[in-house]
């Protein structure tokens, strides 16, 4: 049997980058996390942190420093949680917003990485999760 159990992300400063993601998500940092490997529990799933030395940041959008990753964040109001991941530390980097504010904002995370803030029509949310419109 084969299990997704962690997605684990480079950093200088892995208490602080999953503190930036704890606030972002609103879910703890994981007890027992460290300055060489801190976590944030989703399920099954770890979203790590783990220390390194040296650490080069990507250049998003540079294709000489590619992104390596991104996260992408669903939510019901685009403007609001932009306001707040701004206030955390993100860096706006791209705004893909269409008519009616549906799309995608790009933004960086305090050491560099990508991730988006997505708005997508007709996604309906539940204690389950998102579920996604049905495409004819």
């Known amino acids: ?26 879910r703890p940092v994981k007890e027992g996390s460290t300055v060489d490997w801190a976590g944030i529990q989703f399920g099954e799933l770890e ?18 420093h590619p992104k390596q990753f991104h996260l992408d964040f669903e939510v019901d109001d685009i403007e609001a949680e932009q306001q707040r991941v701004l206030a955390l530390g993100a860096t706006l980097r791209r705004d893909s ?21 997505c708005r997508n029509r007709g996604v309906t949310w539940t204690d389950q999760g998102p579920v996604w419109p049905q495409s004819d």
């Open 97 to 117: 917003l269409g008519p009616g504010g549906y799309g995608w904002r790009v933004y960086t995370d305090p050491v560099g990485h990508p991730f988006c803030l």
């Open 47 to 64: 979203l790590a942190f783990i220390r390194v030395e040296d650490y080069r940041a990507p250049q998003w959008p540079d294709d000489e």
């Open 1 to 26: 049997m084969l299990r997704l159990t962690d997605v684990i992300i480079d950093c200088p400063d892995t208490l602080g980058l999953a503190a930036f993601y704890a606030e972002v998500t609103g």
